[in-house]
């Protein structure tokens, strides 16, 4: 059994295939899943798991270059905002885009991860570094 890392092995497999500049959204439980990518659901019930939670697991494994976030997250999710800021602390790129955009990009991830999250715009777009 492994011991280290992600224990979901569909987030696992993801982030081990994952190369520089890919990207993986992390996704509230509302974010339309666009035809085409793989959608690793992890949520359980409304508000289970968190996105915080979530996201946190992911960066534990997963060396990020630059995070995207929906512009509306700035005023109607403080919480999401705020987590932004700390990426920019830690020198990831942080980048807002209007959330009809966000929707957009999400056609080029690998995979969306969706979590059991109901707050409006927690949702993160995650591009891979290089631990090198």
């Known amino acids: 059994m492994k011991k280290l890392g992600h224990l979901n092995r569909d987030i696992a497999r993801v982030l081990a295939g994952m190369g520089h500049t890919d990207s993986l959204v992390i996704a509230d439980c509302g974010l339309p899943i666009p035809d085409g990518v793989e959608c690793i659901d992890v949520s359980l019930k409304i508000g289970t798991p968190g996105f915080f939670d979530v996201l946190d697991t992911v960066l534990a494994d997963f060396k990020v270059e630059r995070a995207v976030f929906a512009s509306e997250s700035l005023t109607q999710n403080t919480a999401v905002a705020g987590r932004a800021g700390q990426f920019a602390k830690t ?18 991830a690998k995979a969306v991860i969706r979590t059991g999250e109901c707050s409006p715009y927690a949702n993160v777009i995650l591009h891979s570094g290089v631990i090198f």
């Open 91 to 108: 020198g990831v790129g942080i980048e807002y885009v209007a959330h009809e955009d966000f929707k957009r990009l999400c056609k080029h």
